[in-house]
């Protein structure tokens, strides 16, 4: 596996919508730093699932990797949940976060503010893209419209439009 530089990266949000919404300072030398959809604080030992404000379509060839940024972690916010992002997952993030600050003191995390980074990796042999029951989640009808067309217009085979349409109907809308 090889990590996609910011100029792939770059290549590959244009083509298929991998990172939407980007913005341009986002994009760091080995990936993107991610933000979350809404303001929140936890307060200590407080466990939060916080939703990333940007839609991740990991393309079937390649699959990513989640760290923290160093600044939350510093202040004692932990970042919970695998590192990986299937290949061919499409959907918000949900980021699973934990206050374990040793002040004991809320940490507030501002939409906008650069939370995670995502590193996009290729991998080896022939795609076997995500089928899990988080697919499309936290997108809107109109988002998941989007990206039925990407999937089915550029990977038919792997993607079926009858299937993937059928799957953007069950998906999860909000968080619970």
């Keep these: 596996?090889?990590?996609?530089?910011a100029p792939l990266l770059r290549e590959l949000v244009s083509k298929y919508g991998c990172i939407y919404p980007s913005e341009d300072s986002a994009f760091d030398g080995d990936?993107?730093?991610?933000?979350v959809r809404?303001?929140?604080?936890?307060?200590y030992l407080e466990h939060r699932n916080m939703v990333s404000r940007e839609i991740i379509f990991t393309p079937p060839d390649c699959v990513a990797h989640l760290t923290?940024?160093?600044?939350?972690?510093?202040l004692g916010l932990s970042f919970l949940n695998s590192v990986k992002v299937h290949s061919g997952f499409v959907g918000r993030l949900a980021l699973e976060l934990v206050n374990l600050s040793n002040e004991r003191t809320p940490i507030t995390i501002n939409q906008g503010d650069p939370l995670i980074h995502i590193e996009f990796l290729r991998r080896e042999g022939p795609p076997?893209?995500?089928?899990g029951k988080y697919m499309?989640?936290?997108?809107?009808?109109?988002?998941?419209?989007?990206?039925v067309d990407i999937l089915s217009?550029?990977?038919?085979s792997l993607y079926p439009r009858d299937r993937v349409e059928r799957i953007g109907r069950e998906r999860l809308v909000r968080e619970d």
């Excluded at 596996?1 to 530089?5: A, I, K, Q, R, Y």
């Excluded at 990936?31 to 933000?35: A, S």
């Design 1 to 5: 596996m090889t990590v996609l530089g």
């Design 31 to 35: 990936g993107y730093v991610l933000t």
């Design 38 to 43: 809404e303001d929140r604080t936890l307060h």
């Design 68 to 74: 923290s940024k160093s600044k939350f972690g510093r």
């Design 128 to 131: 076997e893209p995500y089928s």
């Design 136 to 147: 499309f989640q936290f997108m809107d009808d109109e988002e998941t419209a989007k990206y």
């Design 153 to 156: 217009n550029n990977f038919p």
